[in-house]
């Protein structure tokens, strides 16, 4: 088998070191633009920078792998289309697996209908991961027990569990995929309770962590987003959405003060700081170029709020969000609590999907 990486950042590195732990007579490449900064072994770390593993034998490549069996994507979300355009050019394998890490962020209304692919979509990312020297080392900082996934395309008998070495159950359809109140909803309410009290380019004494100082107003936004969410489960009757599990549930938690305290607690997180960059002055600005910026909010809380349209629901705390993210990047993307549908979103409105029954028989 050849397994193939797409992208080199946090998880891709971290992934692609699992890839080869566990499947070591199989050939694993990682596909980056950074090629050059790549050697062929990579070193992964606890969180606790005690050394874990190494693996040998990572094939780094600048060029699209034609003729790989699995490709894995752990891109950003606003470089997708035009990477999977680029590849769906050029693999020779018809047959090839295409798994989304994570499936989030409307990938489903990227692909090509009626083929011979299998796409895959996991509701979350296997790892928390980060980079300790890029394209050597890397931490990671927990592995999960369990990971959801979704399928498309040609149904085969993939083995997804066998090849990550973690327990997999699939859920009932794509949507369940979608609509995981996962970063979209975490990283944007997050966000939004940190700066939106301040002028953009505010400058900070210190750079906040973002997990371990969690406080009870970003809870307090994050479960109203997510409750905004989880009102969808009373309009779709026909679709089993029930693996979109609330947030409390997925914290096993009750409340605003019992959410805040877990999340403090998560020990993957403790030293995860906010999107924020030191001046000259020794001061922190935020980095609004900052994955966190970039892909949760336009390619994330967008698709959420897109379908949620969709359902007529009413959205009041994400649309608050995405009112402070549109004034801080001067864009048009919601007025008046509807958002503005435009050709770049990958969103359902821009594939054809405008009422609750189309949405319903896509996702059947």
């Not at 599990?245 to 877990?262: F, M, N, P, R």
């Amino acid at each position: 088998m050849k397994y193939v990486v797409v992208g080199g950042g946090n998880i891709g590195t971290v992934l692609a070191a699992e890839l080869k732990k566990l499947n070591v007579n199989d050939s694993v490449f990682i596909e980056t633009s950074d090629s050059k900064k790549w050697g062929s072994s990579i070193d992964i770390y606890n969180e606790n920078d005690e050394f874990l593993y190494n693996v040998n034998d990572i094939c780094i490549s600048q060029d699209i792998i034609c003729d790989g069996d699995v490709y894995f994507f752990t891109l950003p979300k606003q470089v997708l289309k035009e990477k999977l355009n680029q590849h769906f050019q050029v693999i020779t394998n018809k047959h090839a697996v295409f798994v989304f890490v994570p499936g989030t962020g409307g990938v489903e209304y990227l692909l090509p209908k009626d083929s011979a692919y299998t796409f895959v979509g996991l509701q979350r990312t296997p790892y928390i991961a980060r980079i300790k020297e890029y394209g050597k080392k890397a931490y990671m900082l927990s592995k999960k027990d369990k990971i959801y996934f979704a399928t498309l395309g040609n149904q085969n008998n993939f083995d997804l569990e066998k090849i990550i070495g973690i327990s997999c159950e699939k859920v009932h359809n794509f949507l369940e995929v979608t609509l995981t109140p996962s970063n979209p909803i975490l990283h944007t309410s997050r966000l939004y309770t940190l700066f939106s009290s301040n002028d953009i380019m505010h400058q900070y004494d210190t750079n906040i962590m973002f997990y371990s100082e969690w406080s009870d107003n970003s809870s307090k936004c994050l479960l109203a987003c997510d409750r905004e969410l989880q009102n969808i489960k009373k309009v779709l009757k026909n679709t089993d959405l029930s693996m979109v599990k609330s947030l409390l549930e997925h914290y096993g938690v009750s409340d605003v003060e019992s959410a805040t305290k877990k999340i403090r607690s998560i020990k993957a997180f403790k030293n995860i700081e906010s999107p924020m960059i030191k001046t000259n002055n020794g001061k922190y600005i935020v980095d609004l170029n900052s994955r966190y910026f970039r892909e949760d909010f336009e390619f994330g809380l967008v698709i959420i709020k897109s379908v949620l349209q969709i359902c007529r629901l009413k959205t009041p705390s994400i649309d608050l969000i995405l009112a402070w993210y549109q004034d801080i990047f001067n864009k048009k993307i919601i007025k008046n609590g509807t958002l503005i549908i435009q050709d770049y979103m990958i969103v359902p409105q821009n594939a054809g999907i405008t009422s609750i029954e189309e949405l319903e028989r896509y996702y059947s």
